[in-house]
């Protein structure tokens, strides 16, 4: 059973920046694929990036595109969202989550393992 811990959300301003941090615990973590979510109220749950465990290969949302980068520390048990220019639509809570599968999913359904999420807030 693998445990993840969000950390690093708060308020920031437009054009801002935060990273936010999941750290993984119970499993070996270094054999998952990671991915980061955000669902804002009233909304369906986002996908916002994933990285693979073996190749490090990315995916990003449409929405994150050439502002947000993730990345993965695996003997710290720990990937990062790095958010740049970031804009109050991006006000969401964020989780990240841990898929045991050798594909870079996209949609919430085939992940394994979530965090409780972490509140990001942009004001305008």
């Known amino acids: 059973q693998v445990q993840l811990v969000e950390s690093g959300g708060g308020l920031v301003q437009a054009g801002g920046s935060l990273r936010l941090s999941c750290t993984a615990s119970?499993?070996?973590?270094?054999?998952?694929?990671m991915g980061w979510f955000r669902q804002a109220p009233g909304k369906e749950r986002e996908f916002i990036a994933a990285?693979?465990?073996?190749?490090?290969?990315?995916s990003y949302g449409d929405s994150v595109k050439g502002r947000f980068t993730i990345s993965r520390d695996n003997a710290k048990n720990t990937v990062y969202l790095q958010m740049n220019s970031l804009k109050p639509e991006d006000t969401a809570v964020y989780f990240c989550?841990?898929?045991?599968?050798?594909?870079?999913?996209?949609?919430?359904?085939?992940?394994?393992?979530w965090g409780q999420g972490t509140q990001v807030t942009v004001s305008s």
């Open positions: 989550a841990a898929d045991r599968s050798n594909l870079l999913r996209t949609t919430p359904g085939p992940y394994d393992y």
């Open positions: 119970g499993g070996t973590f270094s054999i998952y694929n």
């Open positions: 990285i693979s465990w073996i190749t490090t290969t990315t």
